[in-house]
């Protein structure tokens, strides 16, 4: 009688584990709905701080360049031209 009712109980067992891990899932998935969703196509580099995105795209630069680093206040006029021009022709490097 007992081993008739066991495939019963592990059914019974299965839907419930469902049902509870769907739920613990679901509750992991709430999110403050005062903070912006983060989706796939937003790049991981939208949480730097624009001051250091900027640094990313000088340093960039400075390799592109052959330039040893050096502050952008520290180059020569012509260089920090030559600087603003070429971040100008590429406004979304990353």
Known sequence: MVLRKLPLCFLGA???ASVLTT???SHHDR????Q?????SQPAQNDV???QNETVIYNRWE???HRPHKEISQRPPEEQKEYR???QKNPNVR
């Open 14 to 16: 299965t839907l419930a």
């Open 23 to 25: 739920a613990c899932r």
């Open 31 to 34: 999110h403050d709905d005062s």
């Open 36 to 40: 912006p969703a983060q989706t796939d």
């Open 49 to 51: 701080q624009p001051a």
């Open 63 to 65: 390799t592109e360049t």
């Open 85 to 87: 021009d070429w971040r």
